[in-house]
């Protein structure tokens, strides 16, 4: 089954432009064409889309991930793969701590606030 561009922008969220800039860079290669000349992704094409997404996502720099799609089409290149991912992984997990590190701040603004803005309880009457 084939997927026009629209298609697949619904499908992944990547704008269509973007589809076309993946291409030219290199990060989607091989994509099939209509006899008009309009791309017709595969679900093939969709499922790398999927990986594009996320290593974008989670912040992996472009020319890492050329690098990664250029390495997921050559043969005995699984342990360079695999440490490209262990080290981008590595960076996820630095950048979770400090998101966890900032937010903890935030929650104590957000405590130190609800303190201050309370309405102070009026003594019963006797």
């Keep these: 089954m084939y997927y026009s561009p629209g298609e697949v922008a619904d499908?992944?969220?990547?704008?269509?432009?973007?589809?076309r800039y993946y291409e030219r860079i290199g990060l989607l290669e091989g994509i099939a064409r209509?006899?008009?000349?309009?791309?017709?992704?595969?679900?093939?094409?969709?499922?790398?889309?999927?990986?594009?997404r996320c290593l974008r996502d989670t912040g992996m720099p472009i020319a890492r991930m050329?690098?990664?799609?250029?390495?997921?089409?050559?043969?005995?290149?699984e342990a360079e793969r695999l440490q490209i991912l262990e080290e981008h992984d590595e960076e996820v997990g630095h950048r979770i701590a400090e998101l966890e590190d900032q937010r903890s701040y935030i929650r104590?603004?957000?405590?130190?606030?609800?303190?201050?803005?309370?309405?102070?309880?009026?003594a019963p009457s006797a």
């Design 11 to 19: 499908k992944t969220g990547f704008s269509i432009d973007t589809l």
């Design 34 to 52: 209509t006899s008009g000349g309009q791309r017709a992704f595969t679900d093939d094409d969709i499922s790398w889309l999927g990986t594009l």
């Design 66 to 77: 050329r690098r990664y799609a250029e390495l997921t089409r050559l043969e005995g290149t």
């Design 108 to 122: 104590g603004k957000i405590a130190w606030y609800r303190e201050t803005t309370q309405t102070p309880a009026t």
